[in-house]
């Protein structure tokens, strides 16, 4: 006799393989996230960042313009062909200009300027403006690799606050299963099994907010590396928050600074191009002196062969009055001669206070990332003191959540100190025009 299986029975049988094999197929495998080192992260922003791209091309623009200009000073070779037909009246023309009834013109022309002092102020120009271009492609990369470096320590920290909170929650689990047991056992009670549970509980709110803040930091990192959205999370490449390290005096930074920070080397060199610019309208009282040099026709009548021939000349013209013109826009050069040295000016004296109050931050930083170890050492050791006396029954969960609290928040804060001291050196190495 033949059983059959009602289709209900039958579902059931299948219901969990098929559900096992649904769940295989649909849950994807996770791509691990890349690590990024600081300098790695640096190199990359500063690659795919589109404003460092935009400073190059306009960098490369100048270079071309230079370029032109320089070729100006050279002689040009151009043609020149014409047919003028004159209108006459009984046999002479009506202007004086005119060389004869018809004119035909068909030249190859060399045009060489033989004193020309605005196309040599003009080039130089050029060429000033090209420098200043390409200070500020440094100047663009050195406030990329700052941005870079602000969001890799903002998911530095994340993680070390994650990992730290990891950790708290799994002691913390153990630290509820002693105390359920314990209770269990008569040897604690109730409260003790509900203040651990509350530390659990306080622990895990925690992991969740810094888990949170590590997403936002991580992606925050992918929008700075230029990495798609479907690609997965940056994170920090797995090693110490790099040491403060030593810096010499302030003076020696200040020297520094001077020397190697783009935004004061861009500052000096757009005086360069303001005094190129008053160069170049001082030129215009000059005069100009051109030679030329033609070989085709240029003769009356209908042309031959016969006509061709070489012509030579020598061109000079001589600005004499311009209704005040030409002096004022010396004048206005002359003024913004003077607005950016005095800009400069004013700015040495803003990064000069800029370096003064971030040499004071790491400074500032370094002291308290001491005092924030050592007092991290005393509650780990009041901490340890008050698990013994807890273990012991001499004391009650309550003191060793508060024991707990104290040493939590004081570990949080040497890790946060510790990474402010190595923020403030790089914040330091930055202003002096190094990159990380």
Known sequence: MIRKTSPSVAWRRWAMPIGLAMTAFCIAPAVPAESWTLSAAVQRGIAEQAQVAAAKDRAEGSR???????????????????????ESRQGRPLFVAANGRREAIGQLVITAPVFDAQLQALAKAARASATAARYQVLLTQLQTAASVT????????????????????????????????????????????????????QARAQLDQAEVQQQTAARELNLQLGLSAEEAAATVANQPIPAAGA???FAQLWQQMQARQPLLQLAQKQIGVARAAK?????????????????????NGVPSGHDLGWQAGLGLTMPLYSFGQRQDRVAAANANVQALRADRTALLLQMHSRLNQDWGAYRAAQENAQHTKKIAREANAVYRMTQEGFRAGALNALNLAQAQNAWNQARLTALQARLRVSLARQQLLLDTGKLP
């Open 64 to 86: 071309d313009l230079a370029d032109a200009a320089a070729t100006n000073r050279l002689p040009q070779l151009s043609l020149r062909l014409g047919s003028i037909w004159t």
């Open 247 to 249: 810096f010499g005096s």
């Open 279 to 299: 160069a170049v309208q001082k030129a215009a009282y000059l005069p100009v002196v051109n030679a030329q040099l033609a070989y085709g026709i240029d003769a």
């Open 150 to 201: 602000n969001v890799w320590y903002q998911l530095a920290l994340a993680q070390e606050q994650v990992a730290f909170w990891q950790q708290t929650v799994a002691y913390d689990q153990t630290l509820v299963a002693r105390s359920a047991k314990a209770f269990r056992a008569g040897a604690a009670a109730r409260i003790d099994v509900v203040q651990t549970q509350l530390l659990l509980t």
